[in-house]
């Protein structure tokens, strides 16, 4: 007797395992032709985006000079110190900051940038937030220039003692006067908006910050409008006698901060793209909520040393960008 098999496959059934077996290697070999045709479909018919490079990290100390202008807002605290790189190889330092130490922020960048000698430095005005690290500047670097006010803080003797100390160093001293143009490079110009070029005496704030240089620096068709501590008369005062002319890619924001600068009527004749706020912890309340809404509003991105450490611009191509420090 043969054997029972149970559920043996029929002929007829063997066909159809052989056709679906012939069936799925046409897909398998079908497949990657046709994904790869679908995924070159899509990656043709998609929007394209430029991604912007990744923010600078906080830890990032390490500097050297890009091609064109930089323009460095130095975080050193509670105060304004801003670096200058010429395209002809010279420089320019506006303000110091309020630490002279060895050990300050304004030493340690400098040491890391292997400055030697700063053709140019101005003091904005004299408050120690401004001028208290121009005393390392002086003692430990070579200094060609000095641009100043005729402006005595009455209420204050250290600003003499820079003063002085210039002047025993046999220092070139420049009073700017608004309207003036300070060649510092070729191709760079630098205008003088604001000065008190005329002596003049006091202790009162409003009346010292009121009389800061203001400058503004153009270069290839970008512009940065350095503001000092100016407040917000002063300010009126600029945009009645300039009024577009004030036009800036980039603004160093007046006073850190305060209240009582960068006022609706001062932002609309700049228009800044960026604003800079250099600022660091204090009793102030700097930089205030009304002055930052009022750049807000303005449109301008807004830096803070404080929060955003210290910052590069690079004016190149007719354009000022932030890049990250190098």
Known sequence: MQPVIK???????????????????????????ASAQAYEQLLASAHRTEVPYAPVPA?????????????????????????????????????????????????????????????????????SDHYNGLKYVLSKIKVDNFYDTRLNNSGATADEAVRAQVSQLGINTVYPAAGDHIDWSAGVDVKVFNACSEPISSSKSDVINNCSIVLKMTYN????????????????????????????????????????????????????????????????????????????????????TDLDDTQEVCMIDSQAVEAPLR
């Open 221 to 304: 068709g970008s512009s940065v409008l350095f503001m000092g501590d100016v407040q917000n008369d002063a300010e009126q005062a600029l945009v009645a006698k300039y009024g577009d002319e004030l036009k800036a890619d980039v603004l160093k924001v007046g006073h850190h901060g305060s209240k009582y600068s960068s006022t609706d009527a001062f932002l609309a004749a700049v228009h800044p793209a960026k604003a800079y706020i250099e600022v660091g912890k204090n009793n102030y309340g700097h930089p205030t909520q009304d002055a930052l809404g009022r750049l807000q509003k303005s449109g301008a991105k807004i830096f803070r």
């Open 7 to 33: 559920n043996a496959p029929t002929p007829a059934a063997f066909k159809a395992v052989f056709a679906a077996l012939l069936f799925l290697s046409a897909v398998f070999q079908l497949a990657p032709r």
């Open 59 to 127: 830890q990032a100390t390490v500097y050297s000079a890009g091609p064109g202008l930089n323009v460095y807002f130095l975080n050193v605290g509670q105060g304004d110190s801003i670096y200058i790189e010429l395209p002809n190889g010279k420089n320019a330092l506006i303000d110091g900051g309020p630490s002279s130490s060895a050990t300050g922020a304004l030493a340690k960048f400098l040491e890391a940038k292997k400055v030697a000698e700063i053709d140019n430095v101005v003091l904005t005005h004299p408050h």
